[in-house]
């Protein structure tokens, strides 16, 4: 089993920035993806990014150029670093892990995120 903690959620306005955490922790894989998902009201669970161990990275095209993420190896720590914030970013942020390059084994408990225009 793994266990993922997230933080970092909040309200900001548009335009702003938000950096989300999330610590790994349990019988880890050696090959492993961690990233970060989330659920708009009334949509589906939606990829936003994921960084495999082998450090490839892949973002929604709705994300790229504003969000970046990030990973700590020596801690299994993900970072998801989001600027230039729009209301349609609006959701429920869950971390993510696996052992695929869509890291989708194991979930958190998903942190919110509130853009206010």
């Known amino acids: 089993q793994v266990q993922l903690v997230e933080s970092g959620g909040g309200l900001v306005q548009a335009g702003g920035s938000l950096r989300l955490s999330c610590a790994a922790s349990?019988?880890?894989?050696?090959?492993?993806?961690m990233g970060w998902y989330r659920q708009a009201p009334g949509k589906q669970r939606e990829l936003v990014a994921t960084?495999?161990?082998?450090?490839?990275?892949n973002y929604a095209d709705s994300v790229k150029g504003r969000f970046t993420i990030s990973r700590d190896y020596a801690k299994n720590m993900v970072y998801l670093q989001m600027n230039s914030l729009r209301p349609e970013d609006t959701g429920v942020y869950y971390c993510?892990?696996?052992?695929?390059?869509?890291?989708?084994?194991?979930w958190g408990q998903g942190t919110q995120v509130t853009i206010s225009s």
């Open positions: 993510a892990y696996g052992s695929s390059s869509y890291a989708d084994d194991y």
């Open positions: 349990g019988s880890l894989f050696r090959f492993n993806a």
């Open positions: 960084m495999t161990s082998g450090r490839s990275t």
